[in-house]
């Protein structure tokens, strides 16, 4: 057991668990439910063909098999070859392998409807089932019976009770019961279904899992009361709960946070400005994270007794060289976070000018090691992938043109009396528009209020945007004169729209909630926009690549561009545009180099023959 599973309370396998979830025996049948059909085994499907080639040459050779089925199989095989660019010979056939290369493509980028791909998508499935390698329809889709229904039925409809009725049919079959659930039985199920089913997000079935069945325990009539807690995450590395530390390092951690919030005294220049729930949530993820790796090294977290413990010098070198990757000799993204979470605690919390000095000595050398890896590859890879779609103009005009199309599909919608659809769909309109004009980050967008932020003339139209430093990430007060397009989306919006998604709630946040009075979360809006870029333009990007397209339209056109792109974006410092868009003008400056190149010939040889007309008298 190591010490993420002392700090969670969690146990071994016990022998009951472990003879369930390893034998994978579909239970007797009783009176009340008789499985439809065998459950497969949870390994890796045996005879797996070698390839998707290779298996439709096997089914080719079965009796049976209608011609137009097998047609149907080879025509999906051969565009699902042609969308990811592999041969059919190459293609595996393993569920958990072909399941990444099918999630990875969008159907928009190949110029093809959502339903087209979701029949590929069936008859690749049902080639599968054909060769027994891929769960079968009866099993997926078996009618509940027993506790598992009686306690499924008081649930609400839900993405996550969608996700939980495949849980309770897996365990249903096994004879488990809902009390017996754990996150053991989870991992499990999320494995099955990856080797099994071609799903490859296990890692977020398993998150919709918890989520449901933390939202139901004591709330749900009949559902067990215990909590599906895990070991939390940091950045791809498990964290302890707070409560593994000792009682003063909470305490005091607590209190170090509650500071973040208000500033106690005005005239204590050293106390900062106050910070958003946010941006406190963001500090203390990184201090636990920090105790997590230092508890490591000091054998249990009982002697991090208080956040002075983490600021000196040997314990924090140990805290930061943890996001050190040494295989690949490079710092990794969290690295800086991490150090400026404990220079602030060093410096506004235990005013320390020893520790801050050496932190800051640190975080220079982090910084400079970072920058030139920055320079070296041109930016983040990942950044780069992204942007460089938008090399194809067919892409870019797709993009520029979504806020237009969601407002269109609204207007469609309305008309066939979707009205909440519609209302849906012009909201994520809204938010792109809103989005290309002004390019916020992702918190002042899902906190923009109507009547604070939204200036009106005396005729009482909308005619700028304003959202005060206080309200933004580094004090850079943001926004901008509103377009009169834009603000009729936005009155039409108000007065049509929003009454459907506010359901007779009064709110003045322009992206509400679906519940209660609040605005709607950053990570909702996120992955609402993040799905309808990827539905419609066929790139996966976020609301945040927003950003980083002005930065790539200006460095193509001008590469001297960068102080426009810092006031754009709201840099506070010109060092932070640079250091991570600079790379993007040197395309830019090549063509102006080339360009004064041809000027410069030009003249030359223009001064040339000038010279040669007066030596041979030519006027």
């Not at 700090?7 to 994978?24: L, V």
């Not at 599906?228 to 607590?254: K, M, V, Y």
């Not at 690949?328 to 800086?336: C, D, F, I, M, P």
Request: contains cysteine.
């Amino acid at each position: 057991m190591d010490l993420f599973d002392w700090a969670a309370g969690e146990q071994p396998h016990s022998a009951k668990h472990t003879e369930a979830t390893a034998s994978f025996a579909t239970p007797p049948p009783s009176p009340q439910h008789v499985p439809p059909a065998p459950w497969p085994d949870a390994d890796t499907p045996p005879d797996i063909p070698g390839s998707l080639a290779a298996a439709l040459e096997r089914v080719a050779l079965r009796d049976g098999i209608a011609p137009e089925t097998l047609r149907d199989w080879r025509s999906a095989v051969s565009r699902l070859a042609a969308f990811t660019g592999c041969s059919a010979d190459r293609l595996p056939a393993a569920p958990a392998e072909l399941g990444p290369l099918m999630d990875a493509v969008l159907p928009a980028r190949h110029n093809i409807k959502g339903k087209t791909w979701r029949n590929i998508r069936a008859a690749i499935r049902g080639l599968l089932q054909e060769l027994g390698v891929h769960a079968p329809k009866a099993v997926l889709h078996a009618p509940l019976a027993g506790v598992w229904a009686e306690l499924l039925s008081r649930a609400p409809d839900s993405p996550q009770t969608a996700c939980l009725r495949g849980l309770a049919r897996w365990c249903d079959a096994r004879g488990i019961l809902p009390k017996d659930v754990d996150q053991l039985m989870i991992a499990d199920y999320c494995e099955w279904r990856r080797c099994w089913t071609c799903l490859s997000l296990v890692t977020q079935l398993a998150s919709n899992i918890r989520q449901g069945w933390n939202r139901f325990a004591g709330k749900v009539e009949g559902w067990p009361a215990h909590r599906l807690d895990h070991s939390r995450r940091f950045h791809g590395r498990r964290h302890l709960p707070l409560d593994s530390f000792p009682a003063s390092f909470q305490d005091e951690l607590q209190r170090y946070l509650a500071s973040m919030t208000e500033r106690a005294d005005p005239l204590d220049v050293r106390s900062g400005r106050r910070l958003s729930p946010e941006t406190v949530h963001f500090h203390r993820e990184q201090l636990i994270g920090g105790a997590t790796v230092l508890a490591q090294h000091l054998g249990g977290p009982d002697a991090i007794t208080g956040l002075a413990k983490l600021v000196d010098e040997e314990p924090a070198r140990l805290i930061i060289l943890a996001e050190y990757d040494h295989k690949a000799r490079k710092w990794r993204s969290q690295a800086l976070p991490r150090i400026s979470a404990l220079t602030r605690v060093a410096d506004r919390w235990l005013r320390s000018d020893v520790h801050r000095a050496k932190l800051c000595e640190f975080r220079r050398s982090i910084s400079e090691g970072m920058d030139a890896e920055l320079r070296r590859i041109g930016g983040s890879c990942r950044r780069r992938e992204m942007l460089r779609e938008f090399d194809d103009p067919v892409v870019l005009r797709k993009f520029l043109d979504l806020p237009e199309q969601c407002c269109r599909r609204a207007d469609r919608f309305a008309a066939e009396g979707r009205l909440v659809t519609a209302a849906h769909a012009h909201e994520r309109g809204l938010a792109l528009a809103l989005l290309q004009e002004f390019a916020l980050r992702r918190r002042n967008l899902a906190n923009i209020d109507i009547a604070r932020h939204f200036q009106r003339d005396s005729r009482g139209r909308i005619i700028a945007l304003t959202i005060d430093g206080s309200e933004t990430k580094n004090g850079v007060t943001l926004g901008g004169r509103v377009r009169p397009e834009l603000a009729r989306r936005i009155e039409r919006h108000l007065s049509r729209h929003r009454p459907q998604l506010l359901k007779g709630r009064e709110s003045n946040w322009l992206f509400p909630a679906k519940t209660g009075s609040g605005h709607c979360s950053i990570e909702a809006l996120t992955v609402r926009l993040r799905k309808t870029i990827a539905t419609f333009v066929g790139i996966r990007m976020g609301p945040h690549g927003y950003r980083h397209l002005v930065a790539k339209l200006f460095a193509e056109n001008d590469p001297t561009a960068m102080p426009v792109v810092q006031r754009v974006l709201g840099h506070a410092d010109l060092k932070t545009t640079e250091r991570m868009y600079g790379t993007m003008t040197t395309a830019a400056a090549q063509a102006t180099y080339a360009a004064m190149l041809d000027k410069v010939r030009v003249r030359t040889r223009r001064a040339e023959q000038s010279r040669t007309a007066r030596k041979e008298g030519r006027p």
